[in-house]
């Protein structure tokens, strides 16, 4: 009787969580920081060089990573907060101080409608992460208004909630670092999909774990 074999090789990598998460909470201070006037309109290049020497390569890392984790939904967010890191910066460095972009506003429209989508994907197993996703597209959702209205409150209260995500990304850089550990020590409120991996049927799980991407068959 011929019997077959599933083997399972694992990339042994870190989490990208961590590392995103610090060039988001990066980022969105620096940025914030410049919407609520903290740093003077005519330093808006150095701001702009920051933006693209900081969050922009520790996301697109982040994002690689997390694709070679196989984690499409945190790689495809990742990858999109990268790009909008590097779109925000070389505006910055190419614009005139105090000047608002409309072409960035719709850039960054679409790319809060492209972090929701991922933070629904991601609030099946990750609700920690899938929060701050969703954080991150309302601070651009409001970002993009102002750079299509070009007025109103809306530059400081993109600011604020730049804060409030700082804070949040802050959170979850130290929660993922800790257990990565193998210690829940704070909460991420992760689904409990592995423990019941483990006590469901092993036979049908077996079976799902044969039938994945890159898994193959041998005698």
Same mark, same amino acid.
């Given at each position: 009787m011929e019997?077959?074999?599933? =083997?399972?090789?694992?990339?042994? %990598? ?7 998460m610090?060039?988001?909470?990066i980022?969105?201070f620096v940025?914030?920081?410049? &919407?609520?006037?903290w740093?003077a309109? /005519?330093d ?13 390569p520790?996301?697109?890392?982040a994002c690689?990573?997390?694709?070679l ?12 907060? /990268?790009?909008?890191?590097?779109? %925000?910066?070389l ?9 608002a /972009? ?5 850039m ?7 972090l929701?989508?991922?933070a629904i994907?991601?609030s099946?197993?990750k609700?920690?992460?899938?929060c701050?996703?969703?954080?991150a597209s309302?601070r651009?959702m ?6 299509? /209205? ?8 993109a600011?604020?909630l ?11 850089v130290i929660?993922?670092e800790?257990?990565?550990? =193998?210690?829940?020590i704070?909460?991420t ?7 019941s991996? %483990?006590?469901? &049927?092993?036979?049908?799980?077996? &079976?799902e ?6 898994v193959?068959?041998?005698t």
């Amino acid at each position: 009787m011929e019997l077959s074999h599933t =083997h399972v090789v694992l990339r042994p %990598i870190g989490s990208p969580l961590p590392l995103g998460m610090s060039g988001l909470a990066i980022g969105s201070f620096v940025q914030s920081g410049f &919407d609520l006037h903290w740093v003077a309109a /005519s330093d808006v290049h150095q701001v702009g060089l920051i933006l693209l020497a900081v969050p922009f390569p520790l996301q697109m890392l982040a994002c690689v990573l997390a694709y070679l984790a196989r984690d499409g939904t945190v790689g495809a967010a990742l990858g999109v907060l /990268s790009g909008s890191w590097l779109a %925000i910066g070389l505006v910055h460095v190419t614009a005139d101080p105090g000047q608002a /972009s409309a072409a960035l506003g719709l850039m960054l429209l679409a790319a809060a409608g492209a972090l929701s989508l991922s933070a629904i994907s991601a609030s099946h197993s990750k609700r920690l992460t899938a929060c701050v996703f969703l954080a991150a597209s309302a601070r651009f959702m409001i970002a993009g208004i102002y750079g299509l /209205s070009a007025g109103g409150p809306w530059q400081t209260v993109a600011g604020v909630l730049g804060l409030l995500l700082t804070a949040a990304a802050g959170y979850c850089v130290i929660a993922f670092e800790l257990e990565g550990q =193998h210690r829940a020590i704070l909460p991420t409120f992760r689904a409990n999909s592995g423990e019941s991996a %483990i006590h469901d &049927d092993f036979t049908a799980q077996v &079976d799902e774990v044969e039938h994945e991407a890159g898994v193959r068959m041998t005698t």
